[in-house]
């Protein structure tokens, strides 16, 4: 199973982008997804995590400017990210807990990271 994210760039304060995330490879179903992000200097943390019946939960730093998404047909998860600020610069992580078609394991999977970059 391998994640492939995209949609990470340089964008001024107040900018949007659009993070896609997609999973590709032996998959039954996929459980939870969500983002996370790794800022210079600091932990990784949550920023919005997603259930396959569409559940969302946010980081309070994000709330009301980020918004989750998914299309399970697709495997795909998306983070619409608004009103970007300076502070949200990092690197961001998709994730999945992914149930193999071929071993029935449920297992983590992580993206190999998009950078995203805030201007002030």
């Known amino acids: 199973v391998q994640l492939q994210a995209s949609g990470g760039g340089l964008v001024q304060a107040g900018g949007s982008l659009r993070l896609s995330c997609t999973a590709s490879?032996?998959?039954?179903?996929?459980?939870?997804m969500g983002w996370y992000r790794r800022a210079p200097g600091k932990e990784r943390e949550l920023v919005a995590r997603?259930?396959?019946?569409?559940?969302?939960n946010y980081a309070d730093s994000v709330k009301g400017r980020f918004t989750i998404s998914r299309d399970n047909a697709k495997n795909t998860v998306y983070l619409h990210v608004n009103s970007l600020k300076p502070e949200d610069t990092a690197v961001y992580y998709c994730?999945?807990?992914?149930?193999?078609?071929?071993?029935?394991?449920?297992?983590?999977?992580w993206g190999q990271g998009t950078q995203v970059t805030v201007s002030s």
């Open positions: 997603i259930t396959r019946g569409e559940s969302t």
């Open positions: 994730h999945a807990l992914v149930i193999s078609r071929t071993t029935m394991d449920v297992r983590d999977y």
């Open positions: 490879g032996s998959i039954l179903s996929i459980d939870d």
